[in-house]
């Protein structure tokens, strides 16, 4: 089993800055990615950012130039640094790992005020 732990959610003013981690852990054989996806209130689950194994990240056009994703692969976790936050970017933050199959977090609300 594989557990996800997420941190770093919370609510902040718009333009303001926030971090997430997950941390994976459990019986890891190797992760091949790691990244976001988040679901606002009557909108499907949408990408927000991933990163592979071998250093590729992607990104949702609505964040880049404002979010980064980086992954840690010794300790098996990853971050997103937020910042510039806007009020669209309000939504449950979900963390995504690739292993032998899609593992999910519970997720971590962020929001952001005008």
């Known amino acids: 089993q594989v557990q996800l732990v997420e941190s770093g959610g919370g609510s902040v003013q718009a333009g303001g800055s926030l971090r997430l981690s997950c941390t994976a852990s459990?019986?890891?054989?190797?992760?091949?990615?790691m990244g976001w996806y988040r679901q606002a209130p009557g909108k499907q689950r949408e990408l927000v950012a991933i990163?592979?194994?071998?250093?590729?990240?992607n990104y949702a056009d609505s964040v880049k130039g404002r979010f980064t994703i980086s992954m840690d692969g010794a300790r098996n976790t990853v971050y997103l640094q937020m910042s510039s936050l806007k009020a669209d970017d309000t939504a449950v933050y979900y963390c995504?790992?690739?292993?032998?199959?899609?593992?999910w977090g519970q997720g971590t609300q962020v929001t952001v005020s005008q």
């Open positions: 995504y790992v690739l292993i032998s199959r899609v593992y």
């Open positions: 459990g019986i890891i054989s190797r992760i091949t990615a």
């Open positions: 990163s592979t194994r071998v250093g590729s990240t």
